[in-house]
């Protein structure tokens, strides 16, 4: 066993000797009752615990993992938040079964080799993370949110529990400004959560969008300020970018606000580091241009960072379950990416879509609702969210402790009250906005492109280019776990057409996605209207959307294919069997206890 944390955030451990107990937490339990919110001690779980049993301590607000050991009972459980913001591996191999923030700690604590996992593989080629809770390493899963993992300390057996779900309970009564009255409340009251310590220096990721605007402007209501305002990309010359907005809204606020410059150029040095420091948990090419020390190196405090994540009200409005998921994850229904289906054999087509469209499905039908809408922000949750938001980034887990206010138990349970047309393209937020904090609402949200222009630097960067050929070629390729479904001559005249086309650099002025996105936003709300939206927004989502239109262009195909092949090359070298800090030596892990359990049969040598 072992414990690892940041300096500026330790856990907190209380300990029974004579009852044989344990509590630790990382992070923080909350639970808001009627006189505000109340942040649980260690010792106030430990006696929950003895008094009520372990559902007492399940489901609880904030944002934590949650260790207890109970010696007497004979049993470890570990639990994390609703959201599950931060991430838990476990596995279990001949009789022994152990956790860890990062697979890494995994192999050093099993008899467990590293190896690609297939459905992993397939998921992050069509979504750019594993789905669900499967990972990019057989036999290693995540800590699905809201569950509680218990292990038997007599006979290695696990138990996994459900300890809480997001209802959807739609309020047909509340009209539109009852339901932004009723948001703003809640918005309040998340923000008010103990979820720091006294003093600490905080941070905010600023983007010229709604939810980060709306976590400044609330912060600054409360008198809250963080120290300074952060926004990152390759330019800030772009007007109506994210940079422009950013700026414009730190200067409403009294926040001093800086631009931290990135580019396609890094990436070739930091990718090995990036890949084995993350896990490949996402394909974000961003943080790989930016490495894992892009705000230590730019002089940021290490205390927190705020995020505004979407959480109220994102997509539009679905007609069918199916819809919903492709809404969720840009995959065509029941398919992969049309990139993806190039390069594979007619049977691979098929087995490969229905690995994928199966994992999706089970998430899907978790949801307690079966309407198209629910379903969506489900998904948006466990996948959107779970998966690609709180994947590990240079600003955040397990880098830096963030501060994710919109994803509260308040906020929470009123989106779950809200009836549909309120929940579409976050209208009840910007409606809050304009209502309650209306100099904020003031700024455009920012429609144009101040990021990396991956596809124009792909063929264009010389390093970053020679990067993509070398880790694409039909050799590295093939020594990837295709189990036959690859046609190789198929993804060889894939990758060939897209470096032999001279790209045109990306048009950075805005465009009309973000005034379609205004105007369904408005139609919604009109029933005859929003019925007949509902028919072509399909059609409109890929046509308008610059990240549908994104997800099945070759160059993210290529970028997949590099990256895990830079990965099953970390697994080949051993790198994954003795990593566990990043270079330099510094220690990532963001969880606080590595700990491997056998059966009391095994330890006796029986």
């Known amino acids: 066993a072992g414990v690892v944390y940041r300096e500026n955030d330790p856990p907190e451990v209380f300990e029974d000797p ?356 629910d379903v969506q922000d489900h998904l948006f949750l466990h996948c959107d969210a779970f998966r690609w938001l709180f994947a590990p980034a240079f600003y955040k887990e397990p880098i830096y402790t963030v501060r994710r206010p919109l994803f509260l138990g308040p906020i929470m349970d009123v989106v779950g009250r809200l009836p549909e047309a309120y929940r579409v393209d976050k209208r009840v937020l910007v409606a809050l906005l304009q209502q309650h904090l209306p100099e904020f609402a003031g700024p455009k949200p920012a429609a144009a492109d101040s990021l990396v222009d991956w596809e124009h630097d792909s063929r264009l960067v010389e390093d970053f280019h020679a990067f993509l050929e070398g880790y694409t070629r039909q050799e590295a390729l093939t020594s990837l776990p295709w189990d036959g479904t690859l046609a190789p001559d198929s993804a060889r005249e894939l990758i060939g057409a897209f470096f032999a086309e001279q790209p045109r650099p990306l048009d950075r002025q805005a465009g009309s996605a973000r005034l379609w996105a205004d105007w369904r936003r408005r139609l919604m709300g009109v029933p005859a209207l929003g019925a007949a939206l509902r028919w072509v927004q399909p059609a409109l989502r890929n046509w308008k959307s610059p990240r549908a239109r994104g997800a099945g262009r070759p160059f993210k195909l290529i970028w997949r294919l590099a990256l895990l092949r830079l990965l099953q090359q970390c697994i080949e070298s051993g790198a994954f069997d003795s990593a566990g800090t990043v270079p330099g030596g510094k220690r990532t892990e963001s969880c606080f206890a590595a700990l491997t359990v056998t059966t009391a049969r095994e330890s006796r040598g029986d």
């Open 18 to 373: 004579a009852r044989q107990l344990v509590v630790a937490i990382l992070g923080a339990v909350l639970e808001h009752r009627p006189a505000g919110w109340h942040r649980f001690t260690a010792a106030e779980l430990a006696t929950l615990y003895l008094e009520r049993g372990v559902r007492a301590v399940c489901g609880l607000d904030g944002f934590y993992q949650l260790l207890i050991w109970d010696g007497r009972a004979g049993r470890l459980h570990l639990l994390n938040d609703r959201v599950g913001t931060m991430p838990v591996q476990h596995a279990a191999v001949d009789g022994a079964a152990a956790f860890a923030p990062e697979a890494k700690a995994l192999f050093r604590l099993l008899p467990l080799k590293p190896r690609m996992d297939f459905t992993g593989m397939v998921s992050f080629l069509n979504l750019g993370y594993p789905v669900g809770t499967c990972t990019l390493f057989e036999g290693v899963r995540l800590l699905a949110p809201a569950h509680r993992l218990t292990l038997d300390l007599h006979t290695g057996g696990r138990e996994l529990e459900r300890t809480w779900v997001q209802r959807f309970e739609p309020d047909k009564r509340l009209g539109l400004r009852a339901a932004v009255d009723l948001l703003y409340e809640a918005v309040l009251v998340a923000h008010r959560a103990p979820l720091g310590r006294e003093g600490e220096c905080t941070q905010i990721a600023l983007t010229g969008g709604y939810d980060s605007r709306l976590v400044l402007a609330v912060l600054h209501r409360l008198g809250r300020l963080p120290a300074e305002a952060l926004t990152w990309g390759a330019t800030d010359a772009v007007p109506n970018s994210d940079v422009t907005v950013a700026r414009e809204l730190a200067g409403l606020a009294g926040v001093p606000h800086r631009f931290l410059r990135y580019s396609a150029e890094r990436v070739p040095a930091n990718a090995r580091e990036w890949v084995m420091v993350s896990e490949l948990a996402s394909d974000n090419a961003g943080f790989f241009a930016a490495g894992p020390r892009f705000l230590e190196e730019a002089g940021v405090p290490g205390g927190a960072i705020y995020l505004g994540e979407h959480v109220i009200g994102p997509g539009g409005a679905p007609r069918t379950v199916d819809e919903a998921i492709e809404t969720a994850t840009l995959v065509p229904a029941r398919h992969s990416l049309a990139t993806i289906e190039h390069i594979l054999t007619p049977e691979g087509r098929a087995r490969v879509g229905g690995i994928l469209w199966r994992e999706l499905d089970a998430i899907a039908n978790a949801c307690p609702s079966h309407r198209p809408k």
